[in-house]
């Protein structure tokens, strides 16, 4: 008696195993949706120089018109050096696809002779508007599996 009690207790407690395992292994997968990224990394230059301003925002949009009809929009900022590396909804890298590419810098607040900062700063942006809008960027990457070295490279020019 006891060794049928003690197979059917081993049994379920091999099943009770086998359904912890499997729970934990569904619940640590990617919860994002937004399935296969790849790494996009690169540098952001103005006229030359890599833009280093903290304020600097860079988003890719996926580009409809080129057949990139993904609802994510992958993100960075940039590091001291003017380097950066996108995040798709907190996962590194994003989808394959073309992107118009929006970068954004402001100036810091504007401070009096004292060294006290205006009340009501008004921004000023570091780059010119075109590279601020979907609608007017000049720039446009495909990303890929297997992006050439300086594929992601940002190039940007004042005028």
Known sequence: MWAVC?????RLSL???GLLFLFV????GDDSGVGKTYPVRGKVTLDGQPLVAESTVIL???????GNSSAFEP???VDEE????LLTKGK????AGWYKVLVTALAEAPQHANGAKRHRPVARSLLPARY??????TLSIEVVADPAADAYDLKLTSR
């Open 92 to 95: 590194k890298g994003a989808p």
């Open 75 to 77: 993100v960075s900022t």
């Open 132 to 137: 601020g809008q979907a609608q007017t960027t």
């Open 25 to 28: 292994g569904l619940g640590c």
């Open 6 to 10: 003690s197979r059917a207790a081993r």
């Open 15 to 17: 099943l009770a195993a």
């Open 60 to 66: 890719f949009k996926p580009d409809s018109s080129r």
């Open 82 to 85: 003017g380097n950066y590396a």
